[in-house]
């Protein structure tokens, strides 16, 4: 949670920072597969059925694989995985145009992956204020690293 909001905070991703969401349409390859965005890509990571890989590939939207998820065993080892699963599909994303700019261009505002879904773990509740928004970090954080090879 952010304590010290600024006028430019970007509190959750909709409207002009709807492109912030994982369900924006990019290309994100994962075990040699393309995907059509981080959700696709990512959901396909939590099961190694051919089947559900194939399911991940082909759908659209994101929002269908993701309720879809609800009904699969996740791998024995995802929870240590998920977090590096997640970073590496968003370092994909935003060294992409026009991602790559349009995250740069948010300068060093704080960035919140505000739900009204209860996800207190990659976001904000925006019902409770709660939550780790683990997702906004990972998306400051690679910011920080382009930033960071700008200058160099």
Same mark, same amino acid.
């Not at 994982?22 to 075990?31: A, H, T």
């Not at 790559?100 to 409770?128: A, M, P, R, S």
């Given at each position: 949670?952010?304590? #010290? =909001?600024? &006028?430019?905070?970007?509190?959750?991703? =909709?409207? &002009?920072? @709807?492109?912030?969401?994982?369900?924006?349409?990019?290309? +994100? +390859?994962?075990?040699?597969?393309?995907?059509?965005?981080? &959700?696709?890509?990512? *959901?396909?990571? @939590?099961?190694?059925?051919?089947?559900?890989? *194939?399911?991940?590939?082909?759908? !659209?939207?994101? $929002?269908?694989?993701?309720?879809?998820?609800?009904? +699969?065993?996740?791998?024995?080892?995802?929870?240590?995985?998920? /977090?590096?699963? *997640?970073?590496?599909?968003?370092? !994909?994303?935003?060294? =992409?145009e026009? #991602?790559?700019?349009?995250? /740069?261009?948010? $300068?060093?505002?704080?960035? !919140?992956? $505000?739900?009204?879904?209860?996800?207190?773990?990659? $976001?904000?509740?925006l019902?409770?204020?709660?939550? &780790?928004?683990?997702?906004?970090?990972?998306? *400051?954080?690679? @910011? /920080?690293?382009? =930033?960071?090879?700008?200058?160099?």
């Amino acid at each position: 949670m952010n304590f #010290f =909001q600024t &006028e430019n905070d970007i509190l959750e991703f =909709q409207g &002009e920072y @709807r492109w912030l969401s994982n369900f924006e349409p990019c290309l +994100i +390859i994962l075990d040699n597969i393309t995907y059509k965005s981080v &959700e696709h890509a990512y *959901m396909s990571a @939590r099961n190694d059925s051919p089947e559900w890989k *194939m399911f991940c590939q082909k759908t !659209q939207p994101p $929002g269908k694989i993701k309720i879809a998820s609800k009904s +699969i065993t996740d791998k024995d080892n995802w929870k240590t995985l998920k /977090l590096s699963v *997640m970073a590496y599909c968003l370092q !994909q994303k935003f060294s =992409q145009e026009p #991602f790559k700019t349009k995250l /740069l261009n948010t $300068g060093d505002c704080y960035i !919140q992956e $505000g739900n009204n879904w209860g996800d207190t773990f990659w $976001g904000v509740c925006l019902k409770t204020n709660k939550g &780790e928004n683990k997702l906004g970090h990972m998306i *400051m954080n690679i @910011r /920080l690293d382009l =930033q960071n090879n700008e200058n160099t």
